[in-house]
């Protein structure tokens, strides 16, 4: 079984300049996430979706950061414009469901670099 | 959401018992305790999770107190692949995972 795929594995941007990320899940995982994880931290929610719905999207910051997931399968997250302090991996996650007993399968993630 | 504490960091030997500790003290009666951990440079792994009774798996084994305030994640035989950040997680009613800063394990060969 396919895990969970991102890409680009790593991106290099200068600040002010866009970025997208993009994620497929596992096969028939309803539910979708994308983490932010800070060097020497454990990853942050950034946004939850239950297939097409963004559930949970309290820690996004909207001025900046934009994310979809079309058709309720692959999701993209973007930043627009990125700032220095975006520098980070980016972590895509899926679930079966979201429940508090469900496992979450995570990507490898996307290391952002903003110079 | 509920918190955990962990150590920052424990040393084992190749082939021998680890035992991860974790105190969730504030744990409500319907927390999951889950435990994650993270290779480097990979995503988090999902390792074990349960609610009261002690739970094995191959991957680990989860020793969970009676008044569920403590957890104790057994890796039955270290390997170097063992070493990694161990994440303990309560899920609650949100099933959020909240994740802390983990614990890191070095395996000595």
């Known amino acids: 079984e396919a895990g969970v795929v991102q890409s680009p594995r790593y991106k290099i941007i200068e600040k002010k300049q866009p970025v997208a990320f993009w994620c497929n899940p596992i096969?028939?995982?309803?539910?979708l996430y994308w983490y932010l994880q800070n060097l020497g931290q454990g990853p942050e929610l950034l946004i939850r979706?239950?297939?097409?719905?963004?559930?949970?999207d309290s820690q996004l910051p909207k001025d900046r950061f934009s994310a979809e997931r079309l058709k309720g399968v692959d999701s993209t997250l973007k930043i627009q414009p990125a700032e220095l302090g975006d520098s980070a991996v980016y972590l895509c996650?899926?679930?079966?469901?979201?429940?508090?007993?469900?496992?979450?399968?995570f990507g490898p993630g996307t290391r952002l670099t903003v110079l | 959401d509920a918190k955990t504490t962990q150590p920052n960091s424990m040393e084992s030997n190749e082939e021998e018992p680890v035992h991860l500790p974790c105190n969730h003290s504030t744990i409500s009666g319907t927390d999951y305790i889950h435990w994650y951990r993270q290779l480097p440079s990979q995503g988090p792994e999902y390792v074990i999770h349960g609610l009261t009774s002690n739970v094995n798996n191959r991957m680990a084994s989860l020793a969970i107190a009676e008044d569920r305030k403590s957890s104790t994640l057994i890796l039955h035989r270290a390997t170097l692949r063992d070493a990694a950040v161990y994440y303990c997680i309560l899920a609650g009613a949100n099933s959020k995972l909240t994740f802390g800063k983990g614990i890191t394990l070095s395996v000595r060969p």
């Open positions: 979706y239950e297939n097409e719905e963004a559930v949970d």
């Open positions: 096969s028939g995982h309803n539910t």
């Open positions: 996650a899926s679930s079966l469901r979201h429940s508090s007993y469900n496992e979450q399968f």
